[in-house]
């Protein structure tokens, strides 16, 4: 049984280590989630439980790797932002985006029960993830913006498509016909004159997604309680059971990323160093 | 809202496709299995549910993706194999690696309590993945050889491990001391004057692992009853929810394919086209 | 004067290995050589002093490399084929390349005034180069086929192009316009009945192009004088003057390589140890 | 002779494009240049001859690529960097380095009469090159630093060196180990007490190597006569032979770059748009 003789085919493997001194992004993004949706009975154009049960799938995957300083999700995706020279796997694009990709998931089944209550799961889904570099802060911002106009523009478009249905009687192929070429003033416009909806009133968690970040004043605790700070040891680090806390250590917001606002009041986050 | 503005920042997103015409496999590797099977109690050092419920996750991937021709697992990893010339997802390595070692790791925990009863899972388990080509059908089955010899040796030394533990009363400490140095020989000559265990009486599920393959008859079966075959297309693909069947697809073997033999009886896996 | 708070700037470079057992194929093309060959009056459709340039060039280049098995030119490019399992540059592609190019393009200069006696270069030429893998012979063979027929397709156009010029007057535009949606079939009859020339029998330098394989005689003769053999070290090598010998090592073909009988003929080339 | 039935390898070519908004570096290095330079004779241990045909294939390099805005050299190495932004060749790293090497090669051998007179070239030499990013203008700007760095320290060891064989007598092994284990300010030491030279006082060519930048003024003015500007067009553009000039383009300097003072004199360099 000469193990030896086989070896030589670990050279096959390719080492992709990200450039270093950039950003690391990692998105994690739902496979066919139209259909899960519809299989599930989502509530449309929003379901609370999804949303709420996809913030706690990245809140695992944030408790795992330390080195993730910021995380936002929208719809059925969510982005993971590694600190720039973080040294997790060795900065390995590939081992990254498949332990976050399946912790995501494995954590979707695992607290489905503690949104959906007794709904039971019909199969378990999958996410595809990809990882990017992005080398300046500017263009770090950029990208979280993309994905935040993202979630406004089809939560606009969604929000009249359903309301149209539900509240209109008309079918989805009525709704799509109403919309088509309608720019984001004429959609507001059809909100608040014909559907008796104030767009700017709906929840912020449904207009700006949902931004995670690490409670500074609890990460200055944990530092001066430990200094153990596996993850971004380069080495795979063992798996930690999460302990019990008093305070959160992550914290959730939704708001605005995309002006000066949020950066000015988290200057930690992409200076980690210059607090 | 100007999302046009921002949308540059998918140029920074990296093409990663494979080599076309080389054979491509994913390899999926529990993470910090180690600490998983401590804190579920897995019986050593075997655990047959845990065997069984990898083997379920395996078949969930293998049902999604069409293109998977054979997988094979031992312990806490599985190995899938795409036929050669697979269009899935434009042979995106990231795309097939991450779906692969989400929907695996979804399906774990989902499928759980068919094997743990109802022992709790306490935390959801990550799995890394790796894409790697060979490029002929001898590297391709060198690599299988590996990971079979592989099963084998881990095999040999941890029934030689725990029987010392649990027959002879030794520390962990002791039987790694007891082991240290020893040929494979040494190892089957313990079990079987000390030990009374003749190696190759046990099981095959624990010595050889496990084999996954799709039943030829079957699959012809299919083809005729039907022209979908959306699996290969190229592009994304619909979630397809595992319609019921009288007879399984695939099939489950616990035996050597380090010789001839294995391939010889199913000659379509390395030459789909010449049946 | 600190050398080494600088050196990190080592670690953004890039490994960039060749994946195992594939033929590996680095092609040369000249940059802008339209224009270098209107500058220096090359003969239309085809110019004997150039293409024994660029064969010599070629000849410069497998001298250098000795993992170069064969090489195929045409017009301003050429092909270099390496072993499947060559550890040049441990088969680091940018090496590769890099190295090859550049040895081309000084070769060219270097050996001009051998081929274009007292007639001046006016400035430097470039080559690009490209590496690319093929997994198998089959790949290999359809590679080197695609640009003989590349350099048929070309030349059959060109020798009708030029000699409606030449011959019958015509500007290029109509000369172009002749030809358009013409098959190979019309300009064979176009070039029979209404300009004189019977096709085949142009020489074959222009129809098939340059096959460069090593003497096999040769070869043995030289392994068994000597036992250095550099090239597949793996690590740099030193660069070696070439010697002077009584017989050429390599030897220069103008025949076809797409049917069999040239693998048939050069069996070794596909199979460097089964002699 | 069908060509399209092969054309099927075109897919096998990998896309190698350099990640956006990073610094590329392009860096070109003699192959084999120590036994080069002893079969051309060169001066130990600084050939002004070759340094400064170095310089000038360098200069044929920055005129054809309109988007290298700095060189520097030394020894037998040249760096390249292009503006962050460049989309020459979209970017693709292979096309961009062995371009550049083997432009740099052809002039090397098309100027060497220039420089050494009716000394002939004997062999054509060959050049590899690397791609490398750089994220920031700090990364960058320390990539250039190690470079100087490393010319200083070579010319300081080189100087003593040849100085203790030259006016001591020492032989080549002596020479090394007098040197083993020394500082820099033992060397400096040495050669002031016991070889009489103030390695202050020795040309700049040598301590510093080789900047190559744009003359602005020249630039503007090259600007406000043409507006072709072909270079950075993303296509490959035609080959230019260059034109004659009153004034030179590119101007040459022996500097100190890793203080600031030479980048707060060009600030155009890191900031192109700014000036």
Request: charged share 25%.
């Amino acid at each position: 049984m000469a193990k030896s003789k086989f070896e030589y085919v670990r050279q096959f493997e390719v080492e992709d280590k990200c450039l270093p001194n950039c950003w690391i992004v990692v998105r994690v993004d739902g496979k066919g989630f139209h259909r899960f949706s519809e299989v599930h009975h989502f509530m449309k154009p929003n379901d609370d439980r999804s949303l709420k049960l996809m913030t706690k799938a990245a809140d695992c995957v944030m408790e795992e790797f330390k080195d993730i300083i910021l995380a936002y999700g929208q719809s059925d995706e969510y982005s993971f932002v590694f600190r720039r020279n973080t040294t997790v796997y060795n900065r390995r694009a590939s081992k990254m985006m498949t332990n976050i990709a399946s912790l995501f998931a494995s954590s979707y089944v695992f607290y489905w029960p503690r949104y959906f209550g007794t709904q039971m799961m019909q199969y378990p889904p999958a996410f595809d993830a990809r990882t990017v570099l992005y080398p300046t802060d500017k263009n770090l911002r950029d990208y979280l913006s993309w994905r935040q106009a993202d979630c406004h523009i089809n939560n606009l478009y969604n929000t009249c498509f359903w309301k149209l249905i539900e509240d209109k009687g008309l079918t989805p192929a009525q709704a799509q016909d109403r919309l088509k070429g309608t720019m984001s003033s004429d959609k507001n416009e059809l909100l608040f004159s014909e559907l008796n909806i104030n767009y700017n009133h709906l929840p912020e968690l449904y207009r700006k997604g949902t931004i995670l970040i690490r409670d500074k004043d609890n990460q200055d605790l944990e530092k001066s309680l430990s200094s153990t700070g596996s993850s971004s040891s380069g080495s795979q680090g063992s798996y930690r059971v999460p302990s019990s806390r008093s305070r959160p250590n992550i914290i959730s917001l939704n708001e605005d990323l995309i002006g000066d606002q949020f950066w000015e009041n988290h200057p930690e986050i992409l200076n980690p160093g210059k607090r």
